[in-house]
């Protein structure tokens, strides 16, 4: 599959990426969890089908010390026993956050409070901007059909 789009061949996406990967750069320092983030990162990939994503964040999570048995399971997180009780709150807020015109409301109340008990402020404030910035990095690739598979862990920074 050949990218309908190079993102370094024009004038636009090359200074919108840098804004971006600096957003990312906060939210890495945020205090929210390392592996929360790539699990994150993961499951809305996997939602929204996005190949490209789910290389990369599949192969930063093993470089990172993530084992294959979680990392397989991230689909059917609530089915598996290997999350915790706040990464298991972080998956359904992602979930919902990315599945956004499911419901009338988005992120139930419920859902919210649950992500409230194991997270601070801080820690929720990274937690729905990370998933806003997935979102945002998933719809750009899908829609210009970035090929999966050539990711080396680490090539972005």
Known sequence: MDARLDYFGNAVLPRLLKHLQSADKVLRSSGLPAATQELVKIRASQ???CGYCLDMHT?????????????NLVAAWREATVFTEAERAALELAEEGTRIADTAGGVSD??????AKHYDEDQLAA??????LINTWNRMNVITRQPAGGYVPGQWG
């Open 47 to 49: 939602i929204n089908g």
């Open 59 to 71: 192969k930063d999570a093993t470089e990172a010390g993530e084992t294959p048995a979680r990392l």
């Open 110 to 115: 419920e859902t919210w409070a649950n992500a």
């Open 127 to 132: 937690l729905v901007s990370l998933v806003a």
